[in-house]
């Protein structure tokens, strides 16, 4: 039976690939297929329903239905036995249509005569794009293998319809890729921009669906797994020894690389009739059928590896790399699944914006794009799905909106918003020049932060003072080995002159909880952001600290040297640390290298425990910058990449706001300079508030100088003061609807 049955699927396939060859409309082409669907399953009808929009599906040809009703019959998804099959992606079967659950008669087609029904979804790697449908008028189930032979042919439709088989001319529907889409997202680096699709990781484009010669396909298939499986056995041989996570995420590829039941399925559809790459798509779509449904992350994952390893598969197939000849756009959005740090930097400052499927809000490529100041939305849902390279985009990353093929009524008013920004952008280069300067005559230094040497042509556009905070593990994020001295030191030589005369603050290496080293043993921590990180790995293993401190040192040579140790938790961390600072100066003069010509060792303050830190601490350090980031995080107990939390509890709240006061209190005692450099520092509202409570240095972003610096000359900061003590002493929680209301009756 299975054999005999080979034969039809492939019959089937082979004369509908005649029909793709034939040079004919898009709607002749459809009613082609149907026809010789009909004929070669034997049944009186086959349909072809495709979606129209989101929602609904059409009619779109048909041999036994009535024809009049082709583009006329239309159900919304979830409506009618083929609306459950688009809504849940699952075949019915049945002998008996108008007695099963959710039939919608529909008497323009006819189609009550009929009694057995086959729906299958014609889908493409997990999207769905419609249902096609055989009937007959004897009340039978059709068989498994018959089941097959449709899910097969709607493989194949879909891929034609991808290919645009059916628009155009005479176009049977009209094309998906052609209307416009919105998705919703997360901002991880706020902004806007207009521009058009840049696809990381362009489709694979199958042109061949159907093969005449499975021995041939299966040969192709083996060799392609051959190559797949070298592949991943190289990657698994230079991964890190100690990455214990990086190896068992490359064990799982392997395994599923050398699954026999992957391959059998794939050489069953290759017998049935389809080419090799076209087998592994089959199994790709039911891959993430799959993933759309289950909830386990651990399965998720292992499905998104399998989903990853098709993806190699396909390449080496199809021969498509991500080089697809196509021109990159002169305003490219880039969209992708995700994107490593080194890849994103590949791009350069080319990218107007950025827009991934996945992505966490401290990944490193977050991390880098916020150092570009590229506007960046991630968990945009099915959007490389959805986009096609070229295709017209925007991007609103301050509400997390994306447009796709926009309506010119959505291009209008976003060119309106893009107008304004760029007003404020002008009156922001008004004042560059001008101090921080409040109403009441307070000067606050507005420095910004920095990790790469592409940011320092900023320190100049942005009006900023200085360097307030260069986050040195960038340099260490980006690469795939541990940086060498010389090159640090010519790197941060090289940062110490761009910054012609302004200071910079260097960070020491921050690494551990969110930021991995790829090229350095895993420690598996049950709470990373609580555990073996920043100034902790420095002091346990000296060695990277050391080679740190003396670069730093030997590329300030005469200059004055700035260098702040993170997450300091209390004053004995930053004694041991100052003294490897003080033992590697010493080195480097007995070395007979040029000393610099200051040296100023602060801390960051991000812990709570380092504000009651004894006197002592406040008399040793040369400054202190308070880590607004980590320190409101520990403050209330709410992890910063954790979505569910870390807007739950606001910058403005009044014990907040009481802590941070208390730690510019004692600063102010003992005389100790204080600044301030998490994200809330670039936050308007928030600078205004800092500056109320007495902080008088801020490090941002370039891009928030302008707009810190505006609010800040408008505002008198004796005023806003007597605002916050008013709403704390009224037992205010937060103090930003009172401030929000003085403020705009004052701007
Ligand atoms: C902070 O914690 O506020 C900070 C500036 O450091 P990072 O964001 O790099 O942890
Ligand atoms: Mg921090």
Redesign the pocket.
């Known amino acids: 039976m299975t054999e005999t049955f080979e034969t039809d699927s492939r019959q089937m396939l082979a004369r509908l690939r005649g029909v793709m060859a034939e040079d004919a409309a898009g709607q002749q082409r459809l009613d082609r297929i149907t026809e010789l669907i009909a004929e070669e399953m034997r049944t009186e009808v086959c349909s072809i329903y495709l979606f129209r929009d989101e929602e609904t599906l059409e009619l779109c040809a048909t041999e036994g239905l009535n024809r009049d009703a082709v583009h006329e019959t239309r159900m919304r998804l979830g409506e009618g036995l083929v609306g459950r099959v688009a809504r849940t992606g699952k075949v019915i079967n049945t002998a008996d249509a108008p007695g099963t659950r959710g039939f919608r008669y529909m008497p323009e087609t006819g189609e009550e005569a009929y009694c057995a029904f086959l729906g299958v979804p014609i889908q493409r790697l997990g999207e769905m794009l419609g249902v096609l449908v055989v009937q007959s008028r004897d009340a039978r189930v059709f068989s498994e293998d018959e089941i097959y032979a449709v899910e097969v042919v709607a493989m194949v439709i879909a891929e034609m319809a991808e290919l645009g088989a059916f628009v155009g001319e005479g176009a049977a529907m009209s094309a998906r890729h052609q209307q416009a889409v919105l998705f919703r997202g997360t901002c991880a680096q706020e902004g806007a921009a207009q521009g058009h699709v840049w696809l990381h990781e362009p489709r694979v484009v199958i042109a061949n669906p159907i093969a005449e010669d499975p021995q041939r396909e299966r040969e192709r298939l083996h060799a392609a797994i051959d190559e797949l499986r070298v592949g991943v056995d190289k990657m698994l041989d230079s991964a890190a020894t100690g990455d214990t996570e990086q190896r068992e995420v490359l064990q799982a590829y392997r395994m599923f690389a050398n699954s026999k039941g992957w391959l059998r399925r794939m050489e069953e559809d290759i017998g049935r009739g389809l080419s090799a790459e076209a087998a592994v798509e089959k199994e790709q779509s039911a891959t993430r059928t799959r993933m759309s449904q289950v909830t386990d992350t651990y399965l998720r994952d292992r499905l998104h590896d399998l989903d990853d390893l098709s993806n190699r598969l396909l390449r080496i197939l199809t021969g498509q790399g991500r080089e697809t000849g196509a021109e990159m756009p002169d305003d490219p959005i880039l969209i992708a699944r995700n994107i490593g740090p080194g890849e994103l930097l590949d791009y350069d400052r080319r990218l107007k914006a950025i827009v991934l499927e996945e992505g966490a809000v401290g990944s490193h490529a977050t991390i880098v794009a916020r150092a570009l100041a590229i506007p960046l939305i991630i968990h945009a849902d099915r959007i490389t799905t959805e986009a096609l390279n070229g295709d017209h985009i925007l991007v609103d990353a301050d509400h997390g909106v994306v447009h796709l093929r926009p309506d010119d009524s959505v291009v209008t008013a976003f060119r309106d918003k893009m107008a304004m920004q760029a007003q404020a952008q002008e009156r922001y280069a008004s004042i560059r020049d001008k101090p921080a300067e409040t109403r009441c005559g307070t000067r606050i230094a507005l420095t910004m932060?920095a990790g790469l040497m592409a940011d320092l042509p900023s320190l100049e556009s942005s009006g900023a003072e200085a360097v307030g905070?260069f986050?040195t593990e960038l340099q260490f994020l980006i690469r795939n080995h541990m940086p060498k001295r010389a090159e640090l030191s010519e790197l941060y030589a090289r940062v110490i002159d761009a910054a012609k005369g302004k200071k910079v603050v260097f960070r020491t290496l921050?690494i551990g909880s969110d930021k991995v080293l790829p090229y350095m043993k895993a420690v598996d921590e049950p709470n990373p952001a609580l555990g073996w990180r920043a100034v902790r790995v420095g002091l346990d293993k000296p060695g990277v600290m050391r080679m740190q401190l003396q670069a730093l040192v030997r590329a300030a040579a005469g200059r004055p040297l700035s260098v702040m140790f993170?997450f300091v938790a209390q004053r004995e961390e930053f004694s041991a640390a100052r003294a490897e600072m003080d033992k590697a100066l010493e080195r480097e003069r007995i070395l007979g290298h040029v000393l610099p010509e200051t040296v100023e060792v602060g801390a960051?303050l991000?812990t709570p425990s380092l504000a009651f830190a004894p006197d002592s601490f406040y008399d040793e350090v040369d400054f202190i910058s308070i880590?607004?980031?980590?320190?409101k995080q520990f403050f209330f107990a709410a992890d910063r990449e954790n979505e569910l939390v870390r807007r739950r509890y606001d910058t403005l709240n009044v014990s907040f706001l009481m802590f941070i006061e208390q730690i510019v209190n004692r600063c102010a005692d003992r005389g100790t300079p204080l600044s301030f450099?998490?994200?809330d520092a670039g936050r308007p509202i928030e600078a205004a508030c800092l500056a109320a409570i007495g902080i008088r240095a801020l490090s941002m972003r370039p891009a928030s100088i302008g707009p810190v610096k505006s609010i800040l000359r408008r505002t008198d900061l004796g005023e806003l003061r007597s605002v916050i003590d008013t709403a704390r002493a009224s037992g205010q929680q937060s103090v930003r609807p009172a401030v929000m209301d003085y403020l705009r009756g004052k701007l």
Do not use: A
């Not at 880590?627 to 320190?631: A, C, E, F, V, Y």
């Open positions: 932060n905070l986050r921050d993170p960051m991000e880590g607004g980031n980590d320190l450099c998490g994200e």
